[in-house]
Nanobody, 118 residues
Framework: QVHLVESGGGLVQPGGSLKLSCRVS???????????FSWYRQAPGKQRELVAT???????IYIDSVKGRFTISRDNTRRSVYLQMNGLKPEDTAVYYC?????????WGPGTQVTVSS
């Protein structure tokens, strides 16, 4: 079975940085290399929204509100996907999730809480 587990969340002051990790287990390397991985977030009382996507070939997409502040990256040999978040703002507070399509389904991790507050 394939599992995704996020880590790296926490409490940070405005302007600070965090690096989230999404560790993927049970996925063979060739599939990981070709798969699309995304970071989503869900703030209290709001719908879950796409934050960033990394596809094979190093293509990345970001929502406008995080462009220039967040960077998605992947380490295929470690089967891990990262989200480097700089210049954090209170409105970035949310639970952050990793997602990937696999075998006809959408796989999600349990999420990691990011709180930006002074």
């Amino acid at each position: 079975q394939v599992h995704l587990v996020e880590s790296g969340g926490g409490l940070v002051q405005p302007g600070g940085s965090l690096k989230l990790s999404c560790r993927v287990s049970g996925m063979i390397l060739s599939v990981f290399n070709s798969n699309v991985f995304s970071w989503y977030r869900q703030a209290p009382g709001k719908q879950r929204e796409l934050v960033a996507t990394s596809s094979s070939g190093s293509n990345t997409i970001y929502i406008d509100s995080v462009k220039g502040r967040f960077t998605i990256s992947r380490d295929n040999t470690r089967r891990s996907v990262y989200l480097q978040m700089n210049g954090l703002k209170p409105e970035d507070t949310a639970v952050y999730y990793c997602r990937t399509p696999y075998s006809g389904k959408d796989l999600w991790g349990p999420g990691t809480q990011v709180t930006v507050s002074s």
